[in-house]
């Protein structure tokens, strides 16, 4: 199966400075959501192409007894070697052969049944990214548009591990996605192709490095 990265996501616990400071460097925030029965909320950063989400926990209990308990978002966000990311894919095919790695059903209140996601098995590892396939979605047409903070080119994400799992491995020939094995979790976000020879390193308050 050929998939693309449809988003990435940041699970933060300072979603206020974290999204602040990446409207002070240019970047359009689009519109906010709260997720029910996933005890979380958003800010949205919206590309031609995909999206950057900072995602962060609104109600604990709720994301522990909901039909996201699986996720372990409260724990991801309480361990500081858990990975902070989540990557959601589509395809981008018409073919679909299954899901492209084994996982389970997760099928959030705000989706009327049966679209639900495909989360790779792979949640039960905190030091892993989460992944996420959406299969009710078919293939989406993504153009790059010119400009500053236009398009998303690539998404890196590292991982401070010995190895990747049969799910991270399972995504490495994904378009616009990259995981590899570093020294801290981390995401490199390459937009409009890194024309301008810029970058911005946005450390510590989120693990992430623009090159635009």
Known sequence: MNLELDHVFILTDQPKAA???LVSLGLEEGFSRDHKGQGTSNRRFVFANGMLELLYLR??????????????????????????????LTRTNDFSAGMPFSGWSYQPDYFE?????????????LGEPLCIYVPFIGPVTRREEIGTFKSISNARIS???AGLSDTLSALQSADRLEVVLGNDHLLELTLDNGRKGSFKDL??????????
């Open 19 to 21: 999204g602040d400071l």
């Open 113 to 125: 049944p049966p679209n639900a996601f495909h989360v790779g098995e792979n949640s039960s590892l």
């Open 59 to 88: 109600d604990v209990d709720e994301s522990n007894n909901g039909p996201a308990k699986g996720l372990r978002l409260p724990e991801r966000v309480q361990t500081p070697s858990a990975s902070p990311f989540g990557v959601v």
């Open 203 to 212: 450390r510590p308050v989120l693990p992430l490095i623009l090159h635009w």
């Open 159 to 161: 991982v401070p591990l």
